[in-house]
């Protein structure tokens, strides 16, 4: 069997060499008639069960981590005057900062500039989140009818 420096190793590897060295121990006391060296080993062994199964979902967290941390090199943003976020290999399409904000994170793009009677805005495909980039105001004065005017047209 050939030690491989602690540094080449993973910490999974790692670990998992401690608990292969520990399930030996365990097999060579139960060839033991020491009822407590035999308790001790099986409580150690449980114990290394239960490290190896946290330091598995740190590894999970950590590149799931590495993984957010290389999609936010990837985004540009907030740019003014809109605020807008965007992929840097796409400076054109702005993406929905709802979206991008939300765990997880998800790079949804806006749709294009859409005129309406009320302005001009982009909207989310995903989660329906709308800006304006322009807003109308009403050409002339706004005529207004009161309620009791309303009723009596009935």
Known sequence: MTILPTAVLTTTQLVGGLVASAKNALDLAKASSDHSLKASISELYDSLLDVKGRVLDLDEENRRLKTALVMKDEVVGPIEPHGYFFLKDKPNQPICPKCLQSQP??????????????????????????????????????????????RNQR
């Open 105 to 150: 994170s998800n790079s949804v793009f806006l749709s294009p500039l859409s005129e309406r009677y009320d302005g001009a805005r982009r909207e989310c495909v995903i989660c329906h989140w709308q800006h304006y980039e322009t807003t109308k105001q009403p050409s002339g004065p706004v005529r207004r009818r009161s309620f009791s005017s309303l």
